[in-house]
């Protein structure tokens, strides 16, 4: 089983950047095909980058493309989520989650193991 912890998350005026870390314990990160998700206030929580096991792939919503991305680094055991050109309409809860083999792809929500979020709060 593996143990998740984001950090990085803070209040950011729109046009600024933040860097999430997602740090994982327990198992060998090398293991997990690994997620970044978010949840807005009443909303659905969204899946919105992830990335193979040896970072070869990855993947982002629309939404994000061009502004975030996604890199991880086996050997430090963590995950990270660049994010550039922040909108406040990125405000949510950050959730890191990893997965031995997702049932619905990289891209879908079911992912076996959680983080506990991080907030990030742009302001406009």
């Known amino acids: 089983q593996v143990q998740l912890v984001e950090s990085g998350g803070g209040l950011v005026q729109a046009g600024g950047s933040l860097r999430l870390s997602c740090a994982a314990s327990?198992?060998?990160?090398?293991?997990?095909?690994m997620g970044w998700f978010r949840q807005a206030p009443g909303k659905e929580r969204e899946f919105i980058a992830g990335i193979t096991k040896y970072g070869r792939n990855t993947y982002y919503v629309d939404s994000v493309k061009g502004r975030f991305t996604i890199s991880r680094d086996n050997a430090k055991n963590t995950v990270y989520l660049q994010m550039n050109s922040l909108k406040p309409e990125d405000t949510a809860i950050y959730y890191c989650?990893?997965?031995?083999?997702?049932?619905?792809?990289?891209?879908?929500?079911?992912?076996?193991?959680w983080g506990q979020g991080t907030q990030v709060t742009v302001s406009s």
């Open positions: 327990g198992r060998t990160l090398s293991l997990y095909v």
């Open positions: 989650a990893a997965d031995n083999a997702p049932r619905g792809g990289v891209t879908g929500t079911s992912y076996d193991y």
